[in-house]
């Protein structure tokens, strides 16, 4: 059974502390992305990774940053978390194939206070 | 302009009813995906269509690539399938290495027994 993990499903930060959302997945992809979700806004990407030590900013990359240093893992960090960053965070891999399927982590719900 | 859109946004049926729900865009894509996210926020990918027609147990989903719609069909609905529908595209010029997705903003679905 193929595996996107996110180490947390839910955390609550201060605004101002460093967070780290980390994603880890098991099928050799060369492909992840990290993306938000608001209501009302969808999914929107923030970065994405094609390749170890490589990164691309998706949409709305302000206020965060990634690090993929292994294959498998890739990490979003919010240098300072602000209220606005309050939201859910999806973690996904894929091929770089076109037609091959994309697979998602269960989500971290992220609150900052 | 959002470039895939989807409807309706909320959707409540009675258990048995025949759903639809519809999802155009207005780039060209390589394929399109429906997804399913349950209330906690994990994402299961459902379909993966270019072409035609995937049915899979009381699932359908249709594409016409002409039309640029896509539509997914569930029959015979139970309140298990109460979720939010996500359709997302795959660009053409997002190809190779990116892989990227754009999403709609979902459909909520509610069905009551």
């Known amino acids: 059974d193929v595996k996107v993990t996110q180490s947390s499903r839910y955390l609550v930060k201060r605004t101002g502390e460093k967070v780290f959302l980390e994603c880890v997945q098991d099928?050799?992809?060369?492909?992840m992305f990290w993306y938000r979700q608001d209501p009302g806004l969808g999914l929107r990407l923030i970065y994405f990774?094609?390749?170890?030590?490589?990164?691309e900013k998706g949409d709305i990359p302000e206020g965060y940053s990634v690090s993929r240093e292994k294959k498998e893992r890739f990490s979003l960090i919010l240098e300072s978390a602000s209220t606005n960053q309050t939201s859910m965070y999806l973690c996904?891999?894929?091929?770089?194939?076109?037609?091959?399927?994309?697979?998602f982590g269960q989500g971290t719900r992220l609150t900052v206070v | 302009k959002n470039e895939v859109e989807q409807s309706p946004q909320n959707l409540t049926a009675q258990e048995g009813e025949f759903i639809t729900i519809n999802c155009s865009y207005s780039?060209?894509?390589?394929?399109l995906h429906w997804l399913q996210q349950h209330p906690g926020g994990g994402i299961v990918s459902l379909f993966m269509?270019?072409?035609g027609k995937k049915k899979h147990g009381r699932l359908i989903a249709t594409i016409n690539i002409q039309e640029k719609h896509s539509s997914l069909h569930i029959t015979a609905s139970h309140p298990r399938d109460s979720a939010v529908y996500i359709c997302?595209?795959?660009?053409?010029?997002?190809?190779?290495?990116?892989?990227?997705?754009?999403f709609g903003k979902g459909t909520k679905l509610s069905v009551k027994p």
């Open positions: 996904a891999s894929s091929t770089p194939a076109l037609q091959n399927e994309a697979f």
């Open positions: 099928m050799d992809h060369e492909n």
């Open positions: 990774s094609y390749d170890v030590k490589m990164k």
């Open positions: 780039v060209g894509i390589s394929a």
């Open positions: 269509l270019s072409s």
């Open positions: 997302a595209v795959r660009l053409i010029r997002y190809g190779g290495s990116q892989g990227n997705l754009i």
